[in-house]
């Protein structure tokens, strides 16, 4: 069983920074597909970023429109940690923030639909205040 473990969720003021963690633990982790969703109460879960890569040295990277040029997702290759930087934030970003590992054919294909991840975190709150 893969779990997910997420960290660095908090309250910041418009404008801010701040970042996200998603640690990967348990058995043989084969995935080579890792996103962060975010879901607001009464809303559906909606893509933010994703990050996929082939062995330890190839990235490639998608962002939703409405983060991109803000936030920025990167892995650690070493301990498989995935982090989402969120910069330049705004109220319309405070959500739960989730992140999701799955399997992507090729690594230009980058998941970002909810259904295309297998295994998920408990999220954690991000709240924006202005």
């Known amino acids: 069983q893969v779990q997910l473990v997420e960290s660095g969720g908090g309250l910041v003021q418009a404008g801010g920074s701040l970042r996200v963690s998603c640690a990967p633990s348990?058995?043989?982790?084969?995935?080579?597909?890792m996103g962060w969703f975010r879901q607001t109460p009464g809303k559906e879960r909606e893509f933010v970023a994703a990050?996929?890569?082939?062995?330890?040295?190839?990235?490639?990277?998608e962002y939703a429109a409405s983060v991109r040029g803000r936030f920025t997702i990167s892995r650690d290759k070493a301990e498989g940690t995935v982090y989402l930087v969120m910069s330049s934030l705004q109220l319309e970003d405070t959500a739960v923030y989730y992140c999701a590992a799955g399997r992507s054919e090729t690594i230009y294909i980058v998941p970002r639909a909810v259904g295309e991840y297998d295994y998920w975190g408990q999220g954690t709150q991000v709240t924006v205040s202005s």
């Open positions: 348990g058995r043989t982790f084969s995935s080579n597909a």
């Open positions: 990050i996929t890569w082939n062995g330890p040295h190839i990235y490639y990277a």
